[in-house]
């Protein structure tokens, strides 16, 4: 496929329904685990929404790779996952599909709503590690 092809189909992405079943993908840098941090400030809004990527257009390793475009190293950073219902069954939070075409990231996703004290604790209990730090993937 030719680059000006490409660039077409990437200008029609649009945003699409996230079934309850599918998983948000979210990095997270080192710092979050170190001793004494508490993991509930990573839960929140970057702009709009707090920023992650949908299972179905991407892997967590593609997740983790994209810090690259940030001039960031892969290997500082895990991958979460949380269950989109899980998300969705929290207080005054939606899960939007925001497909991100400058960067070509037709899996971004958006989680909006206040990341209040009582949202990022139960954001905190939903999230389960899928890449560590240590790993090379």
Same mark, same amino acid.
Request: hydrophobic share 35%; charged share 30%; no cysteine.
């Given at each position: !496929?030719?680059?000006? *092809?490409?660039?077409? $189909?990437?200008?029609?992405? #649009?945003?699409? %329904?996230?079934? /309850?079943?599918?998983?948000?993908? !979210?990095?997270?840098? &080192?710092?979050?685990? #170190?001793?004494? #941090? %508490?993991?509930?400030?990573?839960?929140?809004?970057?702009?709009?929404? !707090?920023?992650?990527?949908?299972? @179905? @257009?991407?892997?967590?390793?593609?997740?983790?790779?994209? $810090?690259?475009?940030?001039?960031?190293?892969?290997?500082?950073?895990?991958?979460? &996952? !949380?269950? *989109?219902?899980?998300?969705?069954?929290?207080?005054?939070?939606? $899960?939007?599909?925001?497909?991100?075409?400058?960067?070509?990231?037709?899996?971004?996703?958006? $989680?909006?709503?206040? &990341? /209040?004290?009582?949202?990022?604790?139960?954001?905190?209990?939903?999230?389960?590690?899928?890449?560590?730090?240590? /790993?090379?993937?």
């Amino acid at each position: !496929m030719d680059s000006n *092809v490409a660039d077409e $189909v990437t200008l029609n992405w #649009q945003p699409e %329904n996230i079934p /309850d079943t599918d998983f948000l993908y !979210m990095r997270v840098h &080192k710092n979050w685990f #170190q001793p004494k #941090q %508490n993991i509930t400030g990573l839960f929140k809004n970057h702009g709009e929404g !707090m920023s992650t990527d949908w299972s @179905y @257009y991407a892997t967590p390793k593609e997740t983790k790779e994209r $810090v690259i475009r940030f001039g960031k190293s892969p290997e500082d950073f895990a991958v979460i &996952k !949380m269950l *989109v219902a899980e998300v969705r069954a929290i207080e005054e939070q939606t $899960v939007e599909h925001t497909p991100d075409i400058p960067n070509r990231n037709r899996a971004h996703t958006d $989680v909006l709503g206040e &990341k /209040d004290v009582e949202a990022r604790l139960k954001f905190s209990r939903i999230f389960d590690v899928v890449i560590k730090i240590e /790993d090379p993937n």
